[in-house]
């Protein structure tokens, strides 16, 4: 009997071990869910189009996560700011990059990465958007004037992207004259942090393209541009030549 009781302690043991080893398998290959933001006077804004709209260029599941969680996440962060420091929420946010220098140092560095985060993808999904036709009208004859048209656009966007040393961004600054030209930033940061005014930029951290490109971010700076909408960016031409342009 004892050798019988063994057996069957040894094959539960056995069963426990498997059963332990899946578990530990699942939980390391499944996402965890994105955690709610907490109430507070800062807003994720929702996409005006649906998640699959780019595909095959940015695929669903890459701009869910983009969205709901990593720009979700740096909400979160600035609403848990507010909590103790509420004028953060009361003053524009383009002032308060503006001026980030003068922040209270417990806080500048959250408010960099996390501001700035939100600034960028409030921008980032608004100059997208599909069937974004072609540049027109004032627009296209700056980027003619200032930067050379718009192939050579293109190209030195993508290579200033290309060439951004971890994660950052690539955007096109437009002054109050309307001249154009481009500039690439480290993290979050963003041209509203030297008193500058975004046309419009582009997300090179991995997670705004890895799931489809890997390591291959000069592919998806090429395929970006087949999502943006420039009818939006014309807009934004327009206000930041009458000085109303935020973020």
Do not use: C
Request: hydrophobic letters at 40%; a neutral charge; proline letters at 5%.
């Amino acid at each position: 009997m004892f050798s019988l009781s063994r057996r069957h302690l040894i094959v539960a043991a056995s069963s426990l071990v498997a059963a332990a080893a899946s578990r530990t398998s699942f939980a390391q290959t499944t996402p965890a869910a994105p955690a709610a933001a907490p109430d507070g006077p800062f807003k994720l804004p929702p996409l005006t189009y649906a998640a699959n709209a780019f595909e095959p260029n940015i695929d669903a599941k890459t701009m869910e996560i983009h969205h709901d969680r990593h720009h979700g996440a740096y909400v979160a962060a600035m609403n848990n700011v507010a909590k103790t420091h509420p004028q953060i929420a009361t003053t524009p946010i383009q002032a308060v990059l503006a001026d980030i220098a003068k922040l209270d140092d417990q806080i500048r560095t959250t408010v960099r990465n996390n501001l700035g985060g939100h600034a960028n993808h409030t921008m980032f999904w608004q100059i997208m958007g599909p069937g974004g036709g072609k540049p027109s009208g004032d627009v296209l004859t700056a980027i003619d004037r200032d930067l050379g048209g718009m192939d050579k656009m293109q190209t030195d966007f993508n290579t200033a992207g290309t060439r951004q040393f971890g994660s950052g961004w690539v955007f096109v600054i437009v002054d109050g004259s309307g001249k154009l030209s481009i500039e690439s930033r480290p993290n979050q940061d963003s041209p509203l942090m030297d008193g500058k005014h975004v046309l419009f930029g582009n997300d090179v951290w991995e997670h705004a393209y890895y799931l489809n490109y890997q390591n291959r971010r000069a592919d998806y700076l090429k395929a970006w541009w087949n999502t943006v909408n420039w009818n939006k960016i014309a807009e934004r031409y327009s206000a930041a030549r009458v000085g109303t342009l935020g973020i």
